[in-house]
C-alpha cells in the first residue's frame, strides 16, 4: 500500500513539473515571437491604430529613464489584449502585458469600465532606458469582438530626454522674461 501511495505521489509530482514546463515554453515562445516580431517590423508604424498612445518620460535618481507607455480611448472592442513594447538600444527582458497564460486578460470597450471584469480604460506599460536617447517599439495585439480575429497593430517613438528638457528650459526661461518685463 505504501508503495502504491508513493507511486501516485510521484506521478502527480512529475506530471505538476511537466505542466509547469509546458507552460513556461508556451510562455517563452509567445514572448520570442512578440521579440521577433516587433524587431521584423523595424518601426514601420501601423497607418490606422484604433485607440490613443501617449508616451511620458521621466528620469530616476539612478540615472536610468523611466518611460510610460499609455494606450487608451478605444474605438474599437478589444478583447485579450498583448502588448510589449522593445528598446532598440537594450537587450533583455522587455516590458510586456497579456502574454502570460496565468495572467488577468484585459479588455478595452469603447466608452466602458468594469474593472471585475479587467475591461480597462487604458493600459501603461512602463520600463527603464539606460541612455537619453532611446527608441522604442511598440506591438499591440487584440481580438475582435467575437474573439475569433486577431489584429496586431505597430508604433515606435524616438525619444531624446536632453532635446526635450532643452526646449522645456527654454520655454521657462522665455516666461520668466516676460514676468520681470510686467514687473517693470
Same mark, same amino acid.
Given at each position: 500500500?505504501?508503495?502504491?501511495?508513493?507511486?501516485?505521489?510521484?506521478?502527480?509530482?512529475?506530471?505538476?513539473?511537466? *505542466?509547469?514546463?509546458?507552460?513556461?515554453?508556451?510562455? &517563452?515562445?509567445?514572448?520570442?515571437?512578440? !521579440?521577433?516580431?516587433?524587431?521584423?517590423?523595424?518601426? *514601420?508604424?501601423?497607418?490606422?491604430?484604433?485607440?490613443?498612445?501617449?508616451? %511620458?518620460?521621466?528620469?530616476?535618481?539612478?540615472?536610468?529613464?523611466?518611460?510610460?507607455?499609455?494606450?487608451?480611448?478605444?474605438?474599437?472592442?478589444?478583447?485579450?489584449? &498583448?502588448?510589449?513594447?522593445?528598446?532598440?538600444?537594450?537587450?533583455?527582458?522587455?516590458?510586456?502585458?497579456?502574454?502570460?497564460?496565468?495572467?488577468?486578460?484585459?479588455?478595452?470597450?469603447? *466608452?466602458?469600465?468594469?474593472? %471585475?471584469? *479587467?475591461? !480597462?480604460?487604458?493600459?501603461?506599460?512602463?520600463?527603464?532606458?539606460?541612455?537619453?536617447?532611446?527608441?522604442?517599439?511598440? &506591438?499591440?495585439?487584440?481580438?475582435?469582438?467575437?474573439?475569433?480575429?486577431?489584429?496586431?497593430?505597430?508604433?515606435?517613438? !524616438?525619444?531624446?530626454?536632453?532635446?526635450?528638457?532643452?526646449?522645456?528650459?527654454?520655454?521657462?526661461?522665455?516666461?520668466?522674461?516676460?514676468?520681470?518685463?510686467?514687473?517693470?
Amino acid at each position: 500500500m505504501r508503495k502504491l501511495i508513493l507511486f501516485c505521489t510521484l506521478v502527480m509530482f512529475i506530471s505538476g513539473c511537466s *505542466n509547469n514546463k509546458k507552460k513556461e515554453n508556451d510562455f &517563452q515562445y509567445t514572448y520570442n515571437s512578440f !521579440v521577433n516580431s516587433i524587431l521584423d517590423n523595424n518601426g *514601420n508604424d501601423t497607418i490606422e491604430i484604433p485607440f490613443a498612445h501617449h508616451l %511620458e518620460v521621466t528620469k530616476e535618481s539612478s540615472g536610468e529613464y523611466r518611460y510610460a507607455i499609455t494606450i487608451d480611448d478605444a474605438r474599437v472592442a478589444m478583447y485579450h489584449i &498583448q502588448m510589449m513594447v522593445v528598446d532598440k538600444s537594450a537587450s533583455g527582458q522587455y516590458p510586456f502585458i497579456g502574454l502570460m497564460n496565468d495572467e488577468p486578460e484585459y479588455s478595452m470597450i469603447p *466608452n466602458q469600465e468594469n474593472k %471585475e471584469k *479587467n475591461f !480597462v480604460k487604458g493600459i501603461v506599460l512602463e520600463g527603464l532606458s539606460a541612455t537619453p536617447k532611446f527608441t522604442l517599439l511598440i &506591438q499591440v495585439s487584440w481580438k475582435d469582438y467575437a474573439q475569433v480575429n486577431t489584429r496586431t497593430v505597430f508604433f515606435s517613438y !524616438v525619444y531624446d530626454y536632453d532635446q526635450d528638457h532643452k526646449d522645456e528650459a527654454k520655454s521657462n526661461q522665455s516666461a520668466e522674461k516676460e514676468d520681470v518685463k510686467d514687473d517693470e
